[in-house]
T-cell receptor, first 113, second 115 residues
Framework: SAVISQKPSRDICQRGTSLTIQCQVD?????MFWYRQQPGQSLTLIAT?????????ESGFVIDKFPISRPNLTFSTLTVSNMSPEDSSIYLC??????????FGSGTRLTVV | GEDVEQSLFLSVREGDSSVINCTYT??????LYWYKQEPGAGLQLLTY?????DMKQDQRLTVLLNKKDKHLSLRIADTQTGDSAIYFC???????????????FGQGTTLQVKP
């Protein structure tokens, strides 16, 4: 199955700043998915990232707040912009693994102070 | 709309069986998944079941699917303290003829295993 390297694993950031999270996959994948897990909550899809096109955002998420890059078939970044304490969450990337479901990165635990 | 629901908490004794239940609403879901999340960790795929199956067994794990009632369960036999974690069920949201699409997650069931 695919192996995803996600970094940073955690960060503490000042409000008003931005953080870019990276995911590197060890194989080429068509779609990459970015999820948010707020404290004590389930996972919610932020957006789907295709290589060579703009990401598709879910209701409640906008590109200005969560810009995504997908420069090639093995890499994607998610930026959390102009952060506030409400952005404190775990952010996870995911890819579809044909025949074995969806694989997730280890997550980025973000705390905004 | 799409919705997945789970009970929030389950406590069992070591060696007992654990059964975690899940209901979903999207009858067009092709695959249903069970993920495990240990404290401070990401999500680990435990198992998944195709929607035309009733049951799938993988070592200590048994998944039962009642498609008519849109009910999914995960049974863990001989539960160990290392099984203590949050368990999420998830359904895939179909797009066209491909299974590629977003996952809809339940709220997660916290499994506590007492020695």
């Amino acid at each position: 199955s695919a192996v995803i390297s996600q970094k940073p694993s955690r960060d503490i950031c000042q409000r008003g700043t931005s953080l870019t999270i990276q995911c590197q996959v060890d194989s080429q994948v068509t779609m990459m998915f970015w999820y948010r897990q707020q404290p004590g909550q389930s996972l919610t899809l932020i957006a789907t990232a295709n290589q060579g096109s703009e990401a598709t955002y879910e209701s409640g998420f906008v590109i200005d707040k969560f810009p995504i890059s997908r420069p090639n078939l093995t890499f994607s970044t998610l930026t959390v912009s102009n952060m506030s304490p409400e952005d404190s969450s775990i952010y996870l990337c995911s890819v579809e693994d044909p025949g074995s479901g969806y694989t997730f990165g280890s997550g980025t635990r973000l705390t905004v102070v | 709309g799409e919705d997945v629901e789970q009970s929030l908490f389950l406590s069992v004794r070591e060696g007992d069986s654990s059964v975690i239940n899940c209901t979903y609403t999207d009858s067009s879901s092709t695959y249903l998944y069970w993920y495990k999340q240990e404290p401070g960790a990401g999500l680990q795929l435990l198992t998944y079941i195709f929607s035309n199956m009733d049951m799938k067994q993988d070592q200590r794990l048994t998944v039962l699917l009642n498609k008519k009632d849109k009910h999914l369960s995960l049974r863990i036999a001989d539960t160990q303290t290392g099984d203590s974690a949050i368990y999420f069920c998830a359904e895939s949201s179909n797009r066209g003829s491909s299974n590629t699409g977003k996952l809809i997650f339940g709220q997660g069931t916290t499994l506590q295993v007492k020695p």
